[in-house]
């Protein structure tokens, strides 16, 4: 690891973020993973790691620009980018010791707004993590209240499962391709029933005893294990969504989609139900993953924590945080080399530019730009408990 490259880029990703919020040359955009509340999420990490009193005045003021214009900017209650994952990140600032901002006089009204924009995802069957049910649920867990709206959420997800006869598999469908209106079947950590297998592990971390919970949890982790296709043939272990669903079966290595999000639901699950044999097989999968360093294997494009090496670099140091094993820790410094080798663009963000579709794109957000790249990078260099990857369901 070139401590010394990773701190200078890691300068130069804040002085970009620094003058955007100064001079403000971009619409701003509500949310955490894909707005300008992942930026705040960054700096204050920047402002302990730097030492710099007046960053972290700079991150309170700029925090505190951004909850002006929330109650009218506002759209949506989505952990992504709404008020799902604003609350959840002022907790976490806050637990964290990060902030003394009190927002307690919002939050009544904005967890009202949240429940009752809930509905509508509650009628049209939408779970997904990032854009539905599961991340308005994960904020009330994370807040330990509204155990009747956590309750209510679990039995959502077993009234719109497809169940098989042995009661052994569950699954759920959910939209495919927003473009065609396409649904199906998605294993994915992002959108998909790996989310769920996690959603229901914090349910019983918390305490929270149902009987269709277990159930759940276990058909679950049966119908993505069903999914597996022959590595020695396509390269991975899982295509990107099931079976039935996916165009090709070979999956990119990535966050995302794909083994890395699917094993760390595996990996989660096994350690809850204390099932080695399913630890086994997560452990199986993210160490065969390692090996997957040509482009022809991994299809990474650019470094955000999404789809690129960045969120590679995040999984592999969880993964070593969690289990000490080497392996992981020389996978994630292979991939912190891609990440600053990445950084070859004249015109880019500190040298950044995120693929978004045919284009290169500048992008400050926590999901796909530097924001996200820039923590990636803070934790590694400092050996932190890497704690902020809760965002992405890692912990």
């Known amino acids: 690891m070139n401590k010394k490259l990773i701190s200078q880029k890691i300068e130069l990703i804040a002085?970009?973020?620094?003058?955007?919020?100064?001079?403000?040359?971009?619409?701003?955009?509500l949310g955490i993973l894909t707005g300008d509340f992942g930026i705040l999420l960054f700096l204050f990490y920047y402002a302990r790691y730097s030492k710099k009193q007046s960053i972290t005045i700079q991150a309170e003021k700029y925090a505190e620009e951004l909850l002006l214009i929330l109650p009218?900017?506002?759209?949506?209650?989505?952990?992504?980018?709404?008020?799902?994952?604003?609350?959840?990140?002022?907790?976490?600032?806050?637990?964290?010791?990060?902030?003394?901002?009190?927002?307690?006089a919002y939050k009544t009204d904005f967890e009202l707004y949240i429940t009752n924009k809930m509905k509508r995802d509650f009628d049209i069957g939408n779970y997904d993590f990032m854009h539905g049910i599961i991340g308005g649920g994960i904020y009330f867990l994370n807040q330990r209240t509204n155990k009747q709206l956590i309750i209510d959420i679990v039995d959502f997800l077993y009234n719109i499962a497809e169940?098989?006869?042995?009661?052994?598999?569950?699954?759920?469908?959910?939209?495919?391709?927003?473009?065609?209106?396409?649904?199906g079947y998605n294993i994915a950590l992002s959108h998909g029933v790996s989310s769920i297998i996690i959603f229901l592990c914090d349910v019983i971390k918390r305490g929270i005893k149902n009987e269709k919970i277990r159930l759940m949890l276990k058909g679950s982790i049966n119908y993505v294990l069903s999914q597996q296709v022959d590595v020695t043939k396509y390269g991975c272990h899982f295509p990107s969504h099931s079976l039935k669903h996916s165009s090709t079966l070979k999956s990119r290595l990535a966050w995302c989609y794909g083994d890395l999000g699917i094993a760390i639901s595996l990996w989660q699950a096994g350690k809850l139900l204390l099932d080695s044999e399913l630890q086994k097989k997560a452990l199986e999968i993210l160490i065969h993953s390692t090996q997957r360093v040509s482009y022809s294997e991994n299809i990474v494009n650019d470094a955000g924590i999404c789809h690129g090496?960045?969120?590679?670099?995040?999984?592999?140091?969880?993964?070593?945080?969690?289990?000490?094993?080497?392996l992981f820790k020389d996978a994630r410094n292979y991939w912190l080399i891609r990440t600053l080798n990445y950084s070859c663009h004249n015109d880019g963000l500190a040298g950044y530019k995120t693929v978004y579709g045919k284009e290169l794109i500048k992008d400050y957000s926590l999901l796909t730009g530097i924001s996200g790249i820039g923590l990636v990078l803070i934790s590694c260099l400092t050996g932190d408990k890497q704690n902020w990857d809760s965002f992405f369901l890692l912990s």
């Open 15 to 29: 002085n970009e973020i620094l003058i955007e919020i100064n001079e403000h040359k971009k619409e701003k955009q």
């Open 163 to 183: 169940i098989d006869d042995t009661r052994t598999v569950f699954k759920w469908q959910s939209l495919i391709n927003s473009n065609t209106d396409t649904g």
């Open 309 to 326: 090496s960045a969120g590679i670099v995040m999984v592999y140091n969880r993964m070593y945080l969690d289990t000490k094993i080497d």
């Open 72 to 104: 009218k900017e506002v759209k949506n209650y989505t952990f992504c980018s709404g008020l799902s994952g604003i609350l959840y990140l002022f907790n976490f600032l806050h637990n964290h010791q990060f902030i003394s901002i009190d927002t307690s």
